[in-house]
C-alpha cells in the first residue's frame, strides 16, 4: 500500500500529517510513501528528511499513486474531483462543515475517516487528533494570553516588594482548558476554573486551580454538555460576572459537538473585567464563547482586549506534526495488511469513524445532516 501526502491549500495551515520518524514505521510496515514536493516546509523538513519518500512534482501525482492520502485538514474541491475511486482519505475532514464535500466523497466513491468522528474509547485515545490537538491549543492559549496581559503572571518578587500574580478564569475544563490551566500554572498565575461537567471539579483541582460553582451540571450524550436551558443559563451567567469581574485573563473553551459555541460570557460581563485584562477566545471560530470576540482579530472592548486566535496548533508545527503524524499511523496501521489495505468493518473504531465508502455515506448523523 501507498500512503499519500499532498501539500495543504491553506497558507495558514503549518502543519504536515507525516513527520520523518512516522515515515521510517510505515516503511518498516511495509508501506510505500508519496510526497508532493514542499508539502512539509510549513514543519521546517525538507526532502532529505525523509529518506522513504518519493517526492512529485504535483497534488496529481500524489492521487495517482496513493492508497491512502493523510490530511490534516479537508482537500479543497478540485483536489477532490481528481480522488481515485477506492482512495482511503484519513483526518480531520471536518464532517459537518460541508454537505457538498461528503457528497463529492460518496460519489468519488472514496472512502473516507473524519478524525473527528473517532469514537473516544480508551483503545482509540492513541489515535485522537482532537486530543492531541485541543491539548496544543489550549497550551497555546495560555501562552498568548501571557503575552497579552499587562500583568505578570507569576509573582514576581524585587528590591522594592512583592507583586502579586495575575488571575486566570478558565471557562470550559475539556482537553484544551485543563493544558490552558496547566500552563497558566507552571507560569505561576492563579487560576479558578468552571465547566458545566461536574467530573471536571477534581481534574481543575489537581492541577492546582480553584473550581468555580455555580451550581448548574449538563452531562448530555456520551458524557459531553448539553446546551443549557434559558433558566440554567442566567444562573451560570450570575455566578460567573463575579469570577470574571475579578480576573486579569479570562481563556474560554467551551463547546458542545456538532453546535455552535454557546456563549457563555456577555458584553456586560467583559465591561466588568479592569482595564488591562485581555480575554482569549478559542471558540472564536465556531462562534466565540464571548460577546465580542471576532476570529482572528484583537477588539478591544473598553480597556479589555479580546482575542480570537485561529490556527492554534499550527503555531508549532513541529510539536504539532508529531502528534498529528503519531494519530494517525495509530489509526492507519491495524488496516496495513501483506502490503495491501484491508479494513476490518467489526473494528468499532472504524465503523463509528467512517464517513463515506463504495458510494454510500456510512455514518449515520452525518447522513442525516446531509438531509
Ligand atoms: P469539547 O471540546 O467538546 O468541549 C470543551 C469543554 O467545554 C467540555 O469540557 C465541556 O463540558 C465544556 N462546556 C460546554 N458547554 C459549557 C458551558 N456552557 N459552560 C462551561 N463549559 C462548557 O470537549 P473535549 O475537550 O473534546 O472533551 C470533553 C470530554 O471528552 C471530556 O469528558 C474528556 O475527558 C472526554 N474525552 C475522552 C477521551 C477518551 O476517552 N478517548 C478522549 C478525549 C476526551
Not at 139 to 149: K, L, M, P, R
Not at 189 to 204: F, G, H, K, L, M
Not at 282 to 301: F, I, P, W, Y
Request: include cysteine; charge should be negative.
Amino acid at each position: 500500500a501507498v500512503i499519500g501526502v499532498v501539500s495543504s491549500a491553506d497558507p495558514a495551515e503549518r502543519r504536515v500529517p507525516l513527520v520523518p520518524d512516522v515515515a521510517r514505521k510505515l516503511s518498516a510496515l511495509g508501506a510505500g510513501i508519496v510526497m508532493q514536493r514542499g508539502a512539509a516546509r510549513g514543519a521546517c523538513l525538507g526532502e532529505a528528511d525523509y529518506p522513504e519518500v518519493t517526492w512529485v512534482d504535483s497534488a496529481a501525482e500524489v492521487l495517482a499513486r496513493a492508497d491512502v492520502l493523510w490530511v490534516v485538514d479537508p482537500p479543497p474541491d478540485d483536489l477532490l474531483a481528481g480522488l481515485r475511486p477506492g482512495t482511503v482519505l484519513i483526518g480531520l475532514l471536518q464532517p459537518y462543515a460541508s454537505a457538498a464535500r461528503v457528497q463529492q466523497l460518496q460519489e468519488r466513491q472514496v472512502t473516507s475517516f473524519a478524525l473527528e468522528l473517532l469514537p473516544r474509547i480508551s483503545r482509540a485515545q492513541s489515535m485522537d487528533i482532537l486530543s492531541s490537538q485541543g491539548a496544543a491549543a489550549g497550551y497555546q492559549c495560555a501562552v498568548i494570553a501571557a503575552a497579552h496581559c499587562s500583568k505578570f503572571f507569576p509573582m514576581l518578587t524585587y528590591a522594592a516588594g512583592t507583586i502579586r500574580p495575575a488571575r486566570v478564569l478558565v471557562i470550559g475544563a475539556g482537553v484544551a482548558g485543563l493544558q490552558a490551566i496547566a500552563t497558566a500554572r507552571r507560569l505561576g498565575a492563579v487560576v479558578e476554573a468552571y465547566d458545566v461537567r461536574p467530573e471536571t471539579r477534581e481534574q481543575v483541582e489537581s492541577l492546582g486551580a480553584r473550581f468555580v460553582d455555580t451550581g448548574v451540571s449538563a452531562v448530555g450524550a456520551g458524557g459531553y454538555a448539553r446546551e443549557l436551558t434559558p433558566e440554567e443559563l442566567i444562573q451560570q451567567a450570575a455566578k460567573l460576572a463575579r469570577a470574571v469581574a475579578g480576573s486579569d485573563v479570562l481563556i474560554t473553551t467551551a463547546a458542545i459537538p456538532g453546535r455552535r459555541a454557546p456563549v457563555i460570557v456577555t458584553a456586560a460581563m467583559v465591561a466588568g473585567m479592569t482595564a488591562g485584562s485581555v480575554v482569549v477566545d478559542l471558540a472564536a471560530e465556531s462562534g466565540g464563547n464571548v460577546e465580542g470576540t471576532v476570529a482572528g482579530q484583537e477588539v478591544q472592548a473598553g480597556g479589555v482586549r479580546l482575542l480570537g486566535p485561529t490556527h492554534l496548533p499550527s503555531r508549532m508545527p513541529v510539536h504539532t506534526s508529531e502528534m498529528v503524524a503519531r494519530n494517525l499511523l495509530n489509526f492507519t496501521a491495524p488496516m496495513l495488511r501483506e502490503g495491501t489495505v484491508q479494513i476490518d468493518w467489526a473494528d468499532e473504531v472504524l465503523a463509528g469513524t467512517v464517513m463515506t465508502h463504495a458510494g454510500e455515506v456510512r455514518h449515520a448523523q452525518v447522513g442525516r445532516a446531509l438531509n
